[in-house]
């Protein structure tokens, strides 16, 4: 145990009520934090830094900024003020780390034990890459990826290739890649990848370049190490490799937010069970609640606004619960017909876990 940690200085500006410190680049949400009213504020938004942040002022002149765009017929650099002249589009969608739900895996991976809270749903505005790539003559003939670069400052006397941040994901994602300049309403802050980000909906969220330097269409992934060996879905005990699948789009998910997440003592009577929903790369059909650990299920009720199918959904399963012991679950259904699924996904990095029954909540009413 010990005492919380405070927030480092670059997101000084969070909500410390909000957040469980692992470390100055692993900070998550609390699970009885989150609301039902679909966005996750930016105070209480998980941070997941792989390097440190860079130094703020890159926020300076944030319209300065320079991106190169490559693997397109007229390749450019441009600035935050030559993309926000090209177009504005607004995507809500789910922020959600790799290894959000690591924490419940019993054979505890390496890596930040994060339980709910690595995730968020936030709101982006932008340009759809689809929009440059047009406005630069479109992709170059055989190019199957979409490679971003953070523009972090690398440290010295290592193998750039061995920390730099930079991810590729199938160039078809581009048709809903945004590049960002505001997250919820304002500029992305430093913390969140500001002053340009690259939003990749539906895709976990290492595929979500903050300070993006360099758009580049391409026709391999990079060899980038976070890339190459890093993210990758590989057996129990085994090292990650580029054989092996890449950490990419989500699956369908959903956790109860409430009630019994906050440790306060249970009133037998009515309560309302809440929590999230999404479906990745689908829409979320349904979710279903369940007072006993799974044996049975009824159906929950949608609650707040559909801002689309990247983002999340709320719902809600008002219930009466008598003095006793009851495991609550919830379990999501996409569009698509795929069901959350009780087990998780085994393997060495404790990536994707969809898993229901981990994300059980346990509750004792009096
Ligand atoms: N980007 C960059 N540039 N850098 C780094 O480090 N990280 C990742 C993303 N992006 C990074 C980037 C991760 S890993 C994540 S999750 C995310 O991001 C987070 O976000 P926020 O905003 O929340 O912090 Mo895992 O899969």
């Known amino acids: 145990a010990g005492a919380a940690k405070p927030l480092p200085a670059y997101v000084g500006w969070k909500d410390p009520a909000s957040l469980i410190v692992h470390s100055s680049t692993t900070i998550e949400t609390k699970r009885s934090v989150f609301g039902t009213s679909v966005i996750t504020p930016s105070e209480q938004l998980y941070i997941r830094n792989n390097l440190p942040a860079p130094d703020v002022s890159i926020l300076g002149n944030r319209d300065a900024w320079e991106i190169n765009i490559e693997g397109v017929k007229n390749p450019r650099k441009l600035t935050l003020g030559d993309l926000k002249r090209m177009g504005i589009e607004t995507t809500a969608m789910v922020l959600q ?16 034990p994060w339980q709910v809270g690595a995730a968020g749903c936030v709101v982006w505005s932008g340009v759809p890459v689809r ?22 400052k690398l440290p010295d006397g290592l ?56 758009l580049a269409f391409t026709a391999q992934e990079t060899d980038a190490r976070i890339m190459s060996h890093g993210y990758r879905i590989s057996p129990p005990g085994a090292k990650g490799d580029p054989s092996q699948p890449s950490v990419q789009e989500m699956t369908v998910k959903s956790w109860i937010n409430g009630p019994g997440t906050d440790g306060a003592p249970l009133k037998a009577g009515d309560t309302q069970i809440h929590g999230v929903a999404f479906g990745g790369m689908n829409a979320v059909a349904k979710v279903e609640v ?12 949608m609650v707040g606004p559909d801002l689309g199918r990247f983002a999340w959904r709320q719902f809600v399963f008002a219930a009466r619960l008598p003095a006793g012991q009851f495991t609550l679950a919830s379990r999501a259904t996409d ?32």
């Open 97 to 112: 780390c790799s290894g959000n739900g690591r924490g419940y895996f019993p054979n505890k991976p390496s890596g930040t």
């Open 131 to 152: 929009w440059v790539v047009d406005a630069l003559g479109g992709v170059e003939a055989g190019m199957a990826y979409l490679t971003g670069t953070g523009g972090e």
């Open 159 to 214: 193998d750039p290739k061995s920390v730099i941040v930079e991810r590729s994901v199938p160039a078809a994602a581009l048709a809903d890649a945004l590049l960002a300049w505001e997250m919820n309403g304002v500029p992305i802050s430093l913390a969140h990848g500001g002053p340009l980000r690259l939003i990749v909906p539906g895709y976990t969220g290492v595929n979500n370049i903050k300070y993006v330097k360099r």
């Open 290 to 301: 369940s007072l006993d650990g799974g044996k049975t299920w009824q159906l929950a009720r």
């Open 335 to 366: 569009t698509a017909g795929n069901v959350q699924p009780e087990q998780r996904m085994e393997n060495a990095g404790g990536y994707n876990n969809t898993s229901w029954a981990d994300h059980a909540v346990k509750v004792s009413v009096a």
